[in-house]
């Protein structure tokens, strides 16, 4: 009888991994493939121009990064291109630098062809904590069925990881049982 | 170091694999989602505030389903209590973010929401542990007297109160083994939800003692049924904060594995012990929360300037974590010893089960 329970956990156990691996390896292929990030930074929120946020990092007032303005379909480094609300984003950008930001001029202004970016990064409090503001998905807005995808996803791997575990300790033997909620004095 | 290329950091894999089974760990004992200690951890290794409020949400409700499916096995949920509240929470939850966006407009928010949190969390601290010290020494006295006490002992008035409530639909939840009218249940659900939608927190540390003193649930079918509760709200809070780009679904993923490992020792940890060890536990991951959100509150009143302040109060939260896991494996390995009539405190036997 014990042997067959085993043998039952050791089956459900290696039903569950697969299925666990399976999903993990869809995950980290769609995160590689870059198709998560492209539902991640899908349109434009707002009026303003995409940016690849990393390939102005370490710009300062001193030494301000210029990026060439243009209507790139994949922005390469130190290029911008205007994009309206709605607007499909440009491959490889990651957040946008908004016309409000642009109209006060302290962080970044447009000088001819450029985007002259001088404070690419500020510094912020959210819940008593303070954290790096960037330009990084500013003005962005992430495609609505990715969260359908991420809650899908999370709860699935979670379902599985769960009967994956009670399958292991079945497998070994121990056997987990219910509790007695109403024995004795309560 | 892992390249998260949504949130646009770098991190490494094992601090968020730690902090997922640390979580996962305390969040299965003692049902709760343990959101007022994973953002905290999230910030301090380089993610954005709000990101880390979305990943954090999002791994909660993936945690839940894991801890969840064990407590299942457990016999720890009661699906017609879980169910009957969800919609109450959700509908709580809605107005918590309206009544936060609405104090974020009159900009007094981050005050406001801290000194809610400390407030609320003093509030159950002190309740939980006095009740909890009370029904210990009851449990203490009745064994004495040679008589065999179950694993549930509360000496709280409320639920006798609230079970008396004469207000149709009467619901008959079987596994709790409790009769009560659906609207407390419901009313449970909604003012549980306010208060976590409002302090941006699952509410497990709230609805846990609320199902215990209140509904009149034992603590294990409290914890388990929360952690349904929280597996559905938290999928809800995860799919908004999805939708407004606030996830990093890599760094969930990540998450989710240590929370695996984490859940399943704190879940099967709960058939240790009696109800009482795991509202003390409760009630001290309450008052270490509560400290640090007091010594933020602090910071953020004055004017942000004593950094020391925000420094103790990461090191809090993040303590706490380790505590609390501490003090869960402590009380297994006692109850173990227990069991085999090997000495163990004086303060344990009334915790803990003697199999």
Redesign the interface.
Known sequence: MAEKSKARGAIKFLFWLIVAVGLFYYAFHSYYSGQMVSWYYYKAATDGYAVHTASFKDASKEKPAMLEIGSFETVHGLQAVPVKKGDRLPVNTDGIITSEVLKKGKRAKVEDRYLKVMVPQEMKEAKGFKYKDTFKHKGIKTNPWSGAWNVGMVLVIGLSLGLLAEGFTDMLGFKVEKIEHFEGIH | MFDF??A?IQAPIFLLVLTGMTVGMVGGFIGVGGGYMV??AL??FGF????ASGIDM??I??????????HR????IDWVLGLAMVGGTMFGVEQGVRLLNYTKKLGLS?II??TASVIVMIGLFVYTQLETQKSTKKIGE?EKDG???????SVSKGPRIFQSIPLYPIVRCR?A?LVVSMWVIVLVGIITGVLSGFL?VGGGFVRVPALVYIVGA?T??AVGTDLLEI?VSG?YG????????N?D??A??FM??GA?FG??FGS?A??FVRGPAIRYILSYSLILATTGAFL??F??LTG?KHEVL?FF??VFTLGEMFFLCFFIFSLVIFSLRYQKGKPVPAWIPPLVVAK
Do not use: C, D, F
Request: cysteine-free; proline content about 3%.
């Open positions: 290329v949504i646009g953002t905290p910030i301090v954005p505030g709000y990101m999002t791994h409700a993936g945690k839940s389903v894991v801890a969840t499916v064990r096995q457990l016999g720890n981050g929401l801290l009745l008589r065999k006490v179950g694993r549930e002992l596994t083994r941006g034992s294990h079918i597996a999928g995860a799919l908004r904060h999805s939708m407004m780009g996830v679904m890599i969930v993923l989710i594995v695996m859940a399943q099967i709960t058939s933020r509150l910071y953020m942000s925000s109060a990461v």
